[in-house]
Structures are given as C-alpha cells and as structure tokens.
C-alpha cells in the first residue's frame, strides 16, 4: 500500500504540503502562508501555533484533495527554515515566545561582544561565522528577556527546536533534530555531530533543553504521527533536513562540486564537498549537507544571502509598486536595463561574503530619469549580484570553476530575473521540471530511510531539466556592472560605519 512520500515544507513565508510518487512527481500538494510579525526595526517573529494550525491544514487538505491516506504514505519528511528558533514548555505545549526567525537582527550586540577566544572557536568547531542569523544567540536571548523560561529550561520543562523539532515534537510527541538543522546553532560540533559543552558554557544554555540529533534519513524514524493528527493515522517521520540542504538533495547534489542555489526570501547557495570540511577564508559557512542513515555525514559550503525574494514583496507591501510578485517581470522588462539604478536589499544586514549586521539597506544611481521599472529591473538585478558574491567567494575556497549554476525556489518562475542571473555569472542557469525541489528533498531523505527508493542513484533518474538560460552579455559588459555593484555596496557599509 506504500505507494507515495510526503513532505512537510515549513518555510520562512508559508507552510505547505506535498506528496510525491516514485518517480519523484507531484501528487498533492496545498500552500498557506503565515504573518510576518515585526514588532521593531531588525526583529522579525512567527507565531508557532500559527505555523502549527497551518502544518494541519496543508496535511489534511492535500491529502483529501488527492484521496491519499495515511496508509498508503511509506513516510513523511520535514524541512524547514533552518535558524529559526522556538522554545516551548514540554508539559503545555505552549511556546514561551514567539518564534525568533533567522531574518532577525537583535542579537547583533551580543554577538560583537563575544571574546575573540570564543568567535575562534566557534568558527573551528562550527564552521559558521559567529552572527545575529544563526540560533545559540537567539536562544540565549529568549532566555535572558522572557520571564520563567531560564529557571522552566534549567528543570527542564522548557525545550529548545528549530522549526523541524516543533512540527516533529506536535506531530509525534519527540523531541529531536537532525544534522543540518543543529549546525546551524552555533551549538552543535561539526566533526562529532553533538552538542558540544564548551559552547553551551559559552552561551549559558541548560543542555536539558536541547533536542535529541538523528540521522537526516533516519530508518530507525523520528516518531510516528498520532491518530488524532493530521494525517489520521500512523505515519512515520523518516527524514529531515534543513531547507537548504533539502533543496541540495533535490537537485541530486550527491557529488563533491555539485551545486545548488535557491531563491526564496533569501538566497543560498549551496556547493557538496563530500566528506572533507572545508573551513572558509572568503565569508562563507561550512555546514552538514546531509547524513543518511550510518553513513558519514557530506559537508558543504554554503553562501546566504538574507534578502532577495523578500525584495520583491518590499516592492509589493511597503512601496506598492507591484501589486503581486508576479508582475515585477512584466515591469522589469519594460526598460533594457536599470538605467543605472542599483539597489541593495540589505534590510537584514548583508550576510555572506560581508557578514555586516549593521548595514542598511541602500538605492544608488537615481536621476530624473529613474522610474518604478527602473527599480523593478534593479531589484531583479540585486538578486543576481549577489548570488554572484556568494559564486565569487565559493570558486575562491573551492579551487574550482562553476560551469552550470542549478536553481530552484519561487523567484525561477520569473525568466528574465533567471536570464540575468546567467548573464551576470557568465554560465547557463538549469531549472529542473520539479521546481519544488525543498519540498522533494525531504521526500527523498524520507523514501531513502524506509526503503522506497533504494539509494541516491535511483534519484538521480528522476531529475529532468525543465528550462535552461545561456549568457548573452560580453565578459566587458558583465564586469562592468559587476563593479558598479561593488560599489554600491560599499555606499551600505559606509552608511552602517555612520553610527
């Protein structure tokens, strides 16, 4: 009866459901989105009952469109936005706080006050740069600012999770993570995939609150989904893996040198080094791309970009210029070019390669002649100029050139953004059939798990290109604008340098 993998895909702006065949086609799926809480400057917050209420609904409505039961689902995977950070108590379920996303900028203060001991080791035993975006300090600030959860947490009745572990411990009563999501905590050693004390010493986090770390395609499962849940009956969480390595699995970057970028709220990109870590000299993160099972854990770089699709529902929700995402392409294209408009989205900081909290977002080279198209066409430009900090940095701590770029996530529905993005990294951009590529990495991780599908070969069959965009600007044209950019974004560091 095992026909069909499910897959929960909570992300940053929505929550939805899906449901994938063997040969990796959509079967159902349903999508809601959820609000975006900022209560000041630099916080951004969810509600998690919000997200909780949603995770039910996309379950229960893709699977009665489709006819699908629990029954015949052989199991279910999560991915999630990774960093974002939830505690709640283990014997009401409430959440203390709201949801504390990845987005947010409100530790910034105490993340520069860290000794240079502990950003060293941090960075060794990690591999993440010490910042605002990643969740030990967001955590510690929940701790030190939200009444009883410090002295819940040392009892432990308070328990810590990204969003995985909050979906899993509603969905199965256990309280767990996998590789991915907890080394992005800043907690988690990258070599022996533990928590480590040290760190905790450091943050001051009780190790009671912390969840249990499994294999991201656990055959030995997660927890088996209540009855009176979602999917009505006993199905078990097999996979899980942070959304960007989800999209990485998606795309069958199994290989050492295969990549991936996704364009979501934010960007990331996302280079397979196998079982070597590599430790970044040019801004960028060394993370778990995934383990599978007892086997050892695959290694990646990682470029994140916070701010790019969220840049086009700036222009949508703050300035009204667009009234859907989906008309900034038609926009865009009324002009060739930017007219010389450069745009900056840093609204959270600039993540890799700068790694500057402080800096703010920034709109340069305006005249008379600039108008709404001018910065449509500009925003579109921004997410391709920073993908291209991300690959700059990536084939510097690589040693490798990138000849294909593969892609996914929302903003690839949009073909001149995509066309671009070619033109400005001077290689073709490959958009596979399954666009949805999250959502079928944790399909996979889960199938893999339970025996649905065999091993990674198998996956790799399932991978069809679906649209490809080929460079059309000359070297001299690229690398014009290329340092026009560079400029522009030091207007932002100058600015942040102001306070």
Not at 134 to 144: A, E, M, V, Y
Request: charged share 20%; glycine share 10%; with cysteine.
């Amino acid at each position: 009866m095992n026909r069909y993998v499910g897959a929960i895909d909570q992300g940053t702006t929505s929550t939805r459901f899906m449901v994938f065949d063997h040969a990796g086609g959509v079967v159902a799926r349903h999508q809601l989105e959820h609000e975006q809480i900022m209560p000041k400057p630099g916080w951004v917050e969810h509600d998690p009952m919000e997200i909780w209420e949603r995770t039910n609904t996309v379950v229960r409505t893709a699977l009665t469109r489709a006819g699908v039961t629990a029954v015949e689902l052989a199991a279910v995977g999560v991915t999630n936005q990774r960093e974002t950070t939830l505690v709640w108590n283990r014997h009401t379920g409430r959440p203390y706080y709201n949801a504390i996303v990845w987005q947010d900028t409100r530790t910034d203060r105490f993340i520069a006050d860290l000794a240079d001991e502990h950003v060293d080791m941090i960075r060794k035993r990690t591999g993440l740069r010490p910042a605002p975006y990643f969740s030990g300090g967001k955590l510690r600030w929940i701790l030190d600012n939200v009444e009883g959860v410090r002295a819940d947490a040392e009892r432990g009745d308070a328990l810590f999770g990204t969003v995985d572990s909050w979906l899993i411990w509603n969905l199965t009563g256990v309280h767990v993570t996998d590789p991915t999501n907890a080394s992005r905590t800043m907690l988690m050693d990258l070599r022996t995939l533990r928590w480590d004390e040290e760190l905790l010493r450091v943050f001051d986090i009780p190790a009671a609150m912390l969840p249990a770390i499994a294999p991201s395609a656990n055959p030995a499962g997660y927890g088996t989904t209540r009855s009176d849940g979602p999917f009505g009956g006993a199905v078990t969480i097999a996979g899980v893996l942070g959304d960007q390595q989800a999209a990485a699995v998606g795309q069958v970057c199994f290989r050492p040198g295969e990549a991936k970028n996704t364009y979501g709220t934010g960007n990331f990109l996302m280079l397979n080094t196998g079982a070597e870590i590599v430790e970044s000299t040019h801004g960028l993160l060394t993370t778990v791309a995934y383990q599978f099972g007892d086997d050892a854990p695959a290694y990646a770089l990682e470029g994140s970009i916070a701010v790019t699709g969220s840049a086009v529902q700036w222009l949508r929700d703050q300035l009204g210029i667009i009234a859907g995402a989906a008309q900034i392409e038609d926009m865009a294209a009324q002009v060739d070019d930017s007219g010389g408009v450069y745009f900056v989205p840093a609204f959270s900081g600039l993540f890799a390669p700068y790694w500057r909290p402080d800096a703010r977002g920034a709109v340069v080279g305006l005249s008379r002649y600039s108008n709404n198209a001018h910065l449509a066409r500009a925003t579109l430009e921004s997410i391709a100029y920073q993908t291209r900090d991300v690959v700059e940095a990536m084939q510097r701590d690589a040693g490798t050139r990138l000849s294909t770029l593969r892609v996914d996530g929302g903003v690839t529905v949009n073909s001149l953004a995509m066309q671009i993005q070619a033109d400005l990294l001077g290689v073709p951009v490959s958009r596979p059939v399954v666009a949805e590529t999250t959502a079928l990495g944790a399909a996979y991780a889960a199938g893999l798990a339970a025996g649905f599908w065999a091993c990674t070969d198998e996956l790799r069959t399932n991978w069809h290109e679906d649209l490809r965009w080929s460079p059309t600007w000359s070297d001299a044209e690229r690398e014009r604008g290329y340092r026009r950019w560079l400029k522009a974004v030091e207007r932002t560091l100058d600015w942040a340098e102001l306070d």
